[in-house]
């Protein structure tokens, strides 16, 4: 298994500011996936980020809104941009297992935000 | 977009007894996973399911799959304190391309 660690664990913030998340996985791994689980629903992807290339977004979620970096195997980072309340959620970021042909995941921690 | 709908969307027991949770999906899949989350932290993999697989054990976990409805449940016997917290189903996509859906999840809280 990886272990995912994520800063900051939690913040609350003012509307109409930024805060970027970070992610980091002990070992070097391809691709990266950011969600966001808005209060007592489920995960939604909001972006997968692979290493040298443009991060690839969800339906409904854009790259302005949602800045990701990947400078390297190990580290990425979600921004969440001009917050407003309804952004208040937690964060979280995964990587693939390594069983051979299935989409296990692991989770960091997760980053929960909210948004006054 | 969510795939898959679990029931019941919350569920309290003894500590003891067994829970049972059901996850419904709309597409084909390849495999199912079941992951578990304490308290709004991270998800924790569970156990997988393979689409030519009708039922698995884990320890304490039962899963059972069956895809011509297109649904599966998690069985947690003899429950625990401990397994106080939300279980989601997630499948995979048919052509594959590393991405998991989840389902809305059942909140389940063990009784003392």
């Known amino acids: 298994s990886a272990v995912i660690s994520q800063k900051p664990s939690r913040d609350i913030c003012q509307r109409g500011t930024s805060l970027t998340i970070q992610c980091q996985v002990d070992?070097?791994?391809?691709?990266m996936f950011w969600y966001r689980q808005q209060p007592g629903q489920s995960l939604t992807l909001i972006a997968t980020?692979?290493?040298?290339?443009?991060?690839?977004?969800e339906s409904g979620f854009v790259i302005d809104k949602f800045p990701i970096s990947r400078p390297n195997l190990t580290f990425s980072t979600l921004t969440v941009s001009n917050m407003s309340p309804e952004d208040s959620s937690i964060y979280l970021c995964s990587v693939p297992g390594r069983e051979s042909n299935t989409d296990t995941q692991y989770f960091g921690p997760g980053t929960r935000l909210t948004v006054l | 977009s969510q795939q898959g709908e679990e029931d019941p969307q919350a569920l309290s027991i003894q500590e003891g007894e067994n829970a049972t949770m059901n996850c419904s999906y709309k597409?084909?899949?390849?495999?199912l996973q079941w992951y578990r989350q304490n308290s709004g932290r991270g998800l924790v993999h569970l156990i997988l399911i393979r689409s030519n697989e009708r039922e698995k054990h884990s320890g304490r976990l039962r899963v059972t799959l069956d895809t011509s409805k297109k649904s599966s449940s998690l069985l947690i016997t003899a429950s625990r304190a401990a397994d106080t917290a939300s279980y989601f189903c997630a499948t995979d996509t048919i052509p594959r391309d590393d991405k998991i859906i989840f389902g809305k999840g059942t909140r389940l809280h063990i009784l003392p």
């Open positions: 070992s070097q791994v391809t691709m």
């Open positions: 980020a692979n290493q040298g290339s443009e991060a690839t977004y």
């Open positions: 597409t084909s899949i390849n495999n």
